[in-house]
Nanobody
Framework: QLQLVESGGGLVQPGGSLRLSCAAS????????IGWFRQAPGKAREAVSC????????NYADSVKGRFTISRDNAKNTVYLQMNSLKPEDTAVYYC?????????????????WGQGTQVTVSS
């Protein structure tokens, strides 16, 4: 059974950076596409980014393009989300999720496994 654990969230000032980690146990992540989602209070869960299993190609939401970078380290069974130039509107609980195969990366229903989430707060 694949288990995902997010870490790296916290409080950061606007313009700052954070790196989120999604660590897997139970199964190797190598054959899974991994997505990052976020959910702010009172809002629907929003797709942020996804890294594919084969080839490692990535997708990003328009709202984070150029600021966020997703990467994977299969040796560490971990996927990262580097978040730069953070804005107050990036404040949310961030979740990672795994899927094999991946269909629509922006659709939460495409994913089979979810972590518990990590809070990111961007505020001065």
């Amino acid at each position: 059974q694949l288990q995902l654990v997010e870490s790296g969230g916290g409080l950061v000032q606007p313009g700052g950076s954070l790196r989120l980690s999604c660590a897997a146990s139970g199964v190797t992540l190598e054959y899974y596409a991994i997505g990052w989602f976020r959910q702010a209070p009172g809002k629907a869960r929003e797709a942020v980014s996804c890294v594919r299993d084969s080839g490692g190609s990535a997708n990003y939401a328009d709202s984070v393009k150029g600021r966020f970078t997703i990467s994977r380290d299969n040796a560490k069974n971990t996927v990262y989300l580097q978040m730069n130039s953070l804005k107050p509107e990036d404040t949310a609980v961030y979740y990672c999720a795994a899927a094999t195969p991946i269909k629509r990366w922006t659709n939460p229903s495409s994913y089979d496994y979810w972590g518990q989430g990590t809070q990111v707060t961007v505020s001065s």
